[in-house]
């Protein structure tokens, strides 16, 4: 009684081996078996091994001998399954009823619900004005299948993915430079470089385990960051370029110019894979060294250092993120960094490349099989080639493929605006906080007729002001595939129930098409398995073709397999991890990689005397994922970062403005304005703010300007103003 | 595998996907066959993250950060919260951050950190059921979980903030380096999960973390090492700059309040001084007065004692191991602390009922002997002494030794000398109201200076906080007067505001209206209400200074985040 050593309480703790490689674990959450799938947060599909307990998932550890990430997880991965039990599961559909009260009804209802408005809108209106807005987080058989029912079945045009918010820019910079939506490299590019150069990527928070790549590698490389902010990855750089906002484009012609002006380009390369050198060399002549350094404040002797370090490099690898693709001219920045790796030969070696770093977990199954951007498989909707290939393979009457592109997300916000669009169909993504200028967006929203919401969570902003919500199974619920980063297709297995009435997004579209009528087109899309069967089919022949994957099994087996793996490639054990472009063709018909360039734009926004501060935003920490419906759910992640908005000030405007560190400030733009406390830090350069964009209330601030050719948002500058609020 | 469904039949099909969605599929379809892989498969990896030899003679093992390394993605505080089956919010591990630098090279430095693995721990020492230990061999600070009562002294204790307490348990739970991971050659979660390998498990010398606990350079923003000798080790290739500067530097939060514990410590303090002021008085004041009001004064101070100490079990995660506390004596300020206060409370006890015996017309009464009441009063003051220590002990500057002593002995006089009122008052309301006035019109107006005295000296003392407002840095002093003067400024407003009420409008206006002749008979209302008033002042008044007491203290700790 006086003294206790052991007992319940101390049980709790006690751990013992848990079997199966795993090492010891809590004996209470020994598993009775393991199983390996693919992380369902970031692009960088790490392996996850899932410990079961009959068949039921208990715990889970980073995959130990996993070609991504070796063993390791970010904090998000490791509370994966965490999130998905939590009171605001939806687990019963909604639809609002007369009192404008969402009330739980059967599945029956709400599919009849659904398939009436969208039919009467269509009717009433035009096939047209119902519309789609996905996601980047479904499996790729699921995105598919929601392609093609709502193009194919449905007679819808319009419809898009809020991968549009993060990769637009990269599909776009790489189809005009390599004729095929690419990222050319594996992984072990990150190991293998001397030089990395990563442009408004802050890899430590934002691809934690791409980090760990670069911190395996032997070479001991230099790592430049360019970026106006001096974030983690700054610190851990070796030279830290911390340019004015959007002046990368000027930063990369200066460089071109430099390194064409010295002969520090590859002859040789450029002759023999490229085309258009000649014109982007002389277009780049202005780009003096007094005028990049003027453009982006960064010092003549750092640009000339940078210059030199490229130069130096044996295997220089360039790697970009949303610092670079949110832009209003990030096709235009992607391609300059492009030009200088492919001038330099720095492309299709070991450690080399001009790599576009994903966001989402499948934005590569998105870009490639969503049936928004490009016709399945990488086709492309106005080519009547593919629109016969595709109908063939599909077994469907060419007439029921559109023969145009669907209407870009923020063409689909502008026509709800102007009436054209009546019906909109939201799928796990939550538009009501993402979307640029969100003010805007919930007064665009509350001009639909009939608003539906397919979500895991009924509690997402958008959900709240939908008419009617679906409730979805999440990852770890359902099977399917994504595809990573490096082009890597992954399996994600069920390993868990989804709560209540909850279905797979899956099986709710197999069930639209049949209430719709339209099933018998759907019939040979039976379970995801057999859709990946057809979407292997349609690869064939294109650059993602991978044919040679026989099916889950040899997924699974493999840890994930990257594209292309046409029908007789080679055994994977001979080539686990693998680059495009080694043989210097790329896809365009003349296998050339083409230079491009175009004069760059000043910001849309600049600031001025009312609005004299640049607004940056960006991620917050590695513990937070995009609105964080999914995050907030983990006690242990909410731990690790701040529960409140917060805003980054330099001290000299801190100490201009009279705001105390950790007082609450107010920022504001032409479209909004926040309230949010006072991070008094270097880490931000005097005259710009930095706000994470978890928080809801970021994008009441952010200005709604695109790229005109991918036609992603601007998110990353605009300009505001900053008080200190009184008291 | 699904079968075909027709079309036509969608409720069948609704029914059929609810099934198929509830069917776990994984294991049948892609359960790996581990039979062959029972050992780690982690272990290669890490091995030059963990000693090659176990501590000898004089060493013991100890964490080594490498802040170079560490690039701020806190896998490490979530892979010890998954790998040891925490709590939904409970880690050992935690992450704060550094800034500073100039504009021309800013600096951040995350900073990881859990249990330190002292050499001196004085979580240890501050436990009052010896749940603590520090292991011979090892040097790890362990935690016997089931040995603990949950009184969450060793959260206060600890300058690093590494014991964890948990409400759902009732206890604290903390870091033990994964031990039996160790044990067996793994490393511990934290390790194991750093993609930077920024955490490194290592064997260091006692004698030098001795050594270098004298030059108080652990890390930017952390307590001065010299407290309790942590053993962990941060590295860095770099210097960094002088201007660190914990990213929570400037946020003033108020801590935890601890209902019962202010309770206890306030009326623990009116119990003692109540006992004790009923023995001066009885110095200058005819027995004869003092014992008609000594039953209800007795009374009221044993109940308040009694409540005080119901208070503090309250407190407790798991109050009924409380009698554990006797175990930790040799060595815990809170264990003597406990017991000193259940002698108090047992001899109190017997000390009211003999006055109250005293009272019963018969031959075997006596009064009680002036011995027993000043071993009453001298224990009560024990343990005011014992609970001043508690607190000095935690080495906080506004719970520094002469403060809070200060702070604890001038609450027991002032509360004291309230409680002599109400004893007089309630002897008034119960028939005794000639000996009451008698004893008022006589000593009245030394009972009322004393007490407006004792109160202003108090005020004045606890507002002189407000001149550290003034100082140039941000001193632990200087974030108490701004909790104070800020977030918790209608505290301290309510605070001097019933201080000044109980401990000089109200005996002041006790001084002019109803001394020195006080003519009322029967039972004088106006008087009732006028000391009702000051006591209640009073006791509320010293409540909020205890509230103020714990939510305004500048705990330190690691460096925290945002």
């Known amino acids: 009684m006086l003294f206790q050593r052991d007992g319940r309480l101390t049980r709790d703790l006690v751990r013992s ?79 609002r009823d007369a009192d404008g009260t969402l009330r739980a009804v059967t599945w029956d209802t709400a599919m009849r619900a659904l398939v009436e408005q969208f039919q009467r809108i269509q009717s009433s209106h035009s096939p047209d004005a119902v519309a789609f807005l996905s996601t980047g987080q479904m499996p790729t058989e699921e995105m598919a299948l929601l392609g093609a029912l709502t193009k194919f079945g449905m007679g819808l045009v319009n419809g898009d993915g809020n991968t549009r918010q993060c990769m637009a820019t990269t599909v776009v910079a790489y189809k005009q430079a390599f004729g095929f939506d690419a990222p050319p490299y ?96 002389s277009a780049v002549e202005p780009f003096t060294l007094d005028r990049v350094t003027d453009t982006t404040g960064v010092p003549t002797a750092a640009i000339e250092q940078l210059a030199t370090t490229i130069h130096n490099g044996q295997r220089v690898s360039f790697w970009w993120t949303m610092g670079v693709n949110q832009s209003y001219q990030g096709v235009r920045t992607a391609q300059s960094i492009i030009n200088v790796a492919l001038m330099t030969g720095n492309i299709g070696r070991p450690g080399t490349g001009a790599n576009s770093i994903t966001g989402q977990c499948n934005a590569m199954g998105s870009r490639l099989f969503s049936n928004t951007t490009n016709l399945l498989g990488g086709h492309e909707f106005g080519n009547p080639d593919h629109r016969t290939k595709v109908a063939k393979e599909l077994q469907i009457d060419p007439g029921a493929i559109p023969t145009r592109d669907g209407a870009a997300y923020h063409e689909i916000i502008e026509g709800i605006l102007r009436g054209s669009i009546k019906g909109l169909w939201v799928i796990a993504t939550n538009t009501a906080h993402s979307w640029i200028n969100q003010q805007h967006v919930l007064d665009v929203l509350d001009r639909l007729d009939f608003l539906v919401v397919q979500d895991m969570y009924h509690s997402t902003e958008t959900a709240q002001i939908a008419d009617l919500v679906l409730p979805a199974a999440a990852w770890g619920e359902k099977e399917g595939t994504f595809i990573n980063s490096e082009r890597r297709i992954g399996l994600v297995k069920k390993v868990g129930r989804a709560p209540g009435q909850a279905l797979s997004d899956f099986a709710i579209f197999k069930l639209v098409a049949e209430y719709w009528g339209c099933a018998e087109m759907f019939r040979e899309w039976e379970s995801p398995e057999a859709v990946f069967q057809i979407l292997k089919r349609l690869s064939r022949g294109q650059p993602c073709d991978f044919t040679g994957i026989t099916d889950y099994g040899m997924l699974d087996k493999h840890a994930g397999i990257q594209w292309p793996y046409p029908d007789g490639s080679p055994a994977i054990k001979d080539t686990p991890e693998r680059r495009l472009f080694e043989d210097g063709r790329f896809y365009h018909q003349d296998g050339r990689a083409r230079f491009v360039y175009e004069d760059p734009r000043p910001m849309p926004e600049p600031p001025t005397r009312r609005y004299p501060l640049v607004l940056l935003t960006g991620r917050g920490t590695a513990s937070q994922w995009h609105t964080q419906t999914r995050t907030r759910h983990s006690g242990v992640l909410r731990k690790l970062y701040p529960e409140d908005i917060y805003v980054e000030i330099n001290p000299t405007d801190a100490a201009d403005l009279g705001i105390r560190p950790n007082s609450q400030v107010t920022v504001e733009s032409r479209r909004g304005r926040l309230v949010a406390r006072a991070f008094v830090t270097r880490s931000v350069q005097p005259g710009h703010l930095f706000v994470p964009m978890h928080y809801a209330e970021t994008n009441q601030l952010t200005d709604a300007v695109f790229d005109p050719y991918s036609k992603q948002p601007s998110y990353k500058a605009c300009a505001v103003k900053l008080s200190a609020v009184p008291g | 595998m ?126 009052p059921v010896d749940a603590y230990e520090k292991d011979a061999v090892t040097g790890l600070v362990t935690h016997l979980d089931d040995q603990c009562f949950g009184c969450q002294y060793c959260t206060l204790a600890c300058p690093y903030d590494a014991p964890k307490y948990s409400r759902a348990k009732g206890i604290v739970r903390k870091c033990d380096m994964c031990r039996d991971r160790l044990a067996d050659g793994e490393a511990p979660g934290c390790v194991q999960a750093c993609p930077s390998g920024a955490i490194a498990i290592r064997v260091v010398d006692t004698a030098q973390v001795i050594e270098e606990s004298e030059t108080n350079l652990f890390v930017p923003g952390a307590p001065e090492p010299r407290l309790t000798l942590p053993t962990t080790t941060y590295r860095s290739k770099r210097a960094l700059p002088r201007n660190m500067l914990p990213a929570d530097f400037h946020a003033v939060h108020p801590e935890r309040a601890h209902g019962s514990l202010i309770l206890m410590l306030t009326l623990t303090q009116l119990s003692a001084g109540a006992f004790l002021i009923d023995r001066i008085l009885e110095l200058f004041v005819p027995v004869s007065l003092v014992a008609n009001i000594r039953p209800m004064h007795g009374a009221s101070a044993l109940v308040f004692g009694l409540v005080a100490l119901a208070g503090s079990a309250l407190h407790l995660g798991r109050p009924r191991y409380a009698f554990r506390a006797v175990i930790g004596l040799r060595h815990s300020w809170l264990s003597r602390e406990i017991v000193a206060f259940g002698l108090f409370a047992g001899l109190a006890m017997v000390y009211a009922a003999w006055t109250w015996m005293a009272l019963r017309p018969g031959p075997a009464a006596g009064s009680a002997p002036g011995w027993l009441g000043w071993t009453v009063a001298l224990a009560g003051i024990v343990g005011v002494g014992c609970s001043v220590m508690v607190y000095a ?64 000296v108090k005020l004045v003392v606890e507002a002189a906080l407000f001149r550290h407002l003034a100082a140039r840095h941000t001193t632990s002093l200087k974030r108490s007067a701004l909790l104070m003067s800020g977030a918790l400024a209608p505290v301290t407003m309510a605070r001097f505001a019933a201080g000044l009420l109980g401990g000089l409008v109200m005996p002041g206006f006790l001084l002019l209206t109803r001394l020195p002749s006080s003519q009322a008979h029967g039972q004088d209302l106006v008087f009732i209400v006028l000391v009702a008033m000051l006591f209640t002042a009073c006791l509320a008044g010293e409540l909020l200074e205890r509230y103020l007491f714990f939510t305004a203290v500048a705990s330190p700790t690691m460096p925290g985040s945002l």
């Not at chain 1, 039921?56 to 070609?67: M, R, S």
């Not at chain 1, 902010?229 to 002046?247: D, G």
């Not at chain 1, 012609?253 to 014109?279: K, M, P, S």
């Open chain 2, 2 to 127: 699904m079968p075909t469904t027709p079309s036509g039949q969608p409720l069948a099909l609704i029914d059929h996907y609810l099934r198929e969605q509830a069917q776990l599929t994984a294991v049948d379809r892609f359960a790996r066959t581990h039979d062959t892989v029972e050992a780690p498969a982690h272990t290669g990896r890490y091995s030059s993250l963990l000693p090659a030899t176990p501590p000898g003679e004089g060493q013991q093992y100890a964490f080594e950060v490498d802040l170079d390394a560490c690039s701020g993605c806190k896998a490490c505080v979530v892979a010890c919260h998954a790998l040891n089956g925490l709590e939904k919010k409970e880690s050992w591990r935690d992450v704060g951050l550094l800034h500073g630098g100039s504009q021309s090279l800013p600096v951040l430095q995350h900073v990881t950190t859990a249990c330190h693995h002292c050499l001196d721990p004085a979580c240890l020492h501050a436990c």
């Open chain 1, 17 to 95: 081996p848990g079997g199966f490689g795993l090492g010891q674990l809590p004996t209470r959450l020994k598993p009775d078996a393991t199983t390996d799938m693919v992380c369902g947060y970031c692009s960088t599909g790490c392996g996850l091994t899932i410990h079961l307990k009959r068949g039921q998932a208990v715990g889970l550890t980073p995959a130990a001998d996993h070609p991504v990430n070796r063993g390791m997880a970010c904090p998000k991965g490791w509370e994966a399954l965490t999130v998905l039990e939590a009171d605001d599961r939806a687990t019963e559909p909604l639809l």
């Open chain 1, 186 to 281: 594996t992984y072990r590019d990150f190991e293998e470089s001397d030089v990395i150069v990563l442009v408004g990527s802050n890899l430590c928070i934002a691809h934690p385990i791409m980090w760990e790549r670069i911190v395996r590698n032997p070479h001991k490389p230099a790592i430049v960051a360019i970026d106006p902010r001096a974030t983690e990855t700054a610190m851990q750089a070796t030279q830290h370029v911390p340019l004015q906002p959007k002046s990368d484009q000027a930063l990369f012609y200066g460089l071109a110019r430099l390194l064409i002006e010295r002969n520090w380009v590859d002859r040789e390369y450029i002759e023999a894979h490229t085309r258009n050198f000649d014109d982007v060399a």
């Open chain 2, 393 to 456: 002990y935690t080495k906080r500057d506004f719970w520094n030794g002469w403060s809070t002593g200060f702070k604890f002995l001038m609450s027991t006089l002032v509360l004291g000398l309230a409680t002599v009122w109400l004893s007089l008052m309630l002897a008034t309301m119960a028939g005794n109201s000639e000996a009451s006035r008698a004893t008022v019109a006589r000593y009245g107006t030394l009972l009322c200076q004393s007490l407006m005295l004792a109160a202003v």
